[in-house]
């Protein structure tokens, strides 16, 4: 559940509530084949600098920490 209370029900609304709190959008794996109740995810970094990639971690952990 959200801070303001919208429970976050598939990997669909995982993703859309990390990309608005964490500006990270990660790749669920429905996309490989699972369904979308599964809620694993793929960071996909490939041509990322490093530096990006060290940013991107503390705000993804805070955005994880606000759920409930």
């Given at each position: 559940t959200t801070p303001d209370g919208k429970v976050l029900r598939d990997s669909a609304d995982i993703n859309f509530y990390l990309?608005?709190?964490?500006?990270?959008a990660f790749v669920p794996f429905s996309?490989?084949?699972?369904?979308?109740?599964v809620n694993w995810f793929r960071a996909s970094v490939g041509a990322t600098p490093l530096h990006e990639i060290e940013a991107l971690i503390p705000r993804v952990?805070?955005?994880?920490s606000k759920l409930k």
């Open positions: 990309i608005k709190e964490a500006g990270a996309a490989f084949g699972t369904g979308d109740e952990k805070a955005a994880l």
